[in-house]
């Protein structure tokens, strides 16, 4: 099992920017497929954006395609998720989540077992 901590969510204007981090526990970070989901109030949780284990493939949903970016770094354990020209539609609990699953359907929540407590992004109009 391993350990995620979010963070770097917070009250944003529409149009600005945020970078969340997500820090993993363990020493085999680097085997994990890391995925970001999102959960807006009254709603399913969906999936935002994953990365593979050494940072090669990237899967994206298409509602934040050219808004999104995912990455890794995993010496230090974190992996990110860049927003960018944020939307009131963006406003959400967002999880960090680790797949040690291998990269097949890396949108299924189903494929992760470890997640994280979520950060909160909210943006205004």
């Known amino acids: 099992q391993v350990q995620l901590v979010e963070s770097g969510g917070g009250l944003v204007q529409a149009g600005g920017s945020l970078r969340l981090s997500c820090a993993a526990s363990?020493?085999?970070?680097?085997?994990?497929?890391m995925g970001w989901f999102r959960q807006a109030p009254g709603k399913e949780r969906e999936f935002v954006a994953a990365?593979?284990?050494?940072?090669?493939?990237?899967s994206y949903t298409t509602s934040v395609k050219g808004r999104v970016t995912i990455s890794r770094d995993n010496a230090k354990n974190t992996v990110y998720l860049q927003v960018n020209s944020l939307k009131p539609e963006d406003t959400a609990l967002y999880y960090c989540?680790?797949?040690?699953?291998?990269?097949?359907?890396?949108?299924?929540?189903?494929?992760?077992?470890?997640w994280g407590q979520g950060t909160q992004v909210t943006v205004s109009s």
């Open positions: 363990g020493r085999t970070f680097s085997n994990y497929v």
């Open positions: 989540a680790a797949s040690i699953r291998g990269w097949a359907t890396p949108w299924s929540p189903d494929r992760y077992a470890d």
């Open positions: 990365i593979s284990p050494n940072g090669g493939l990237t």
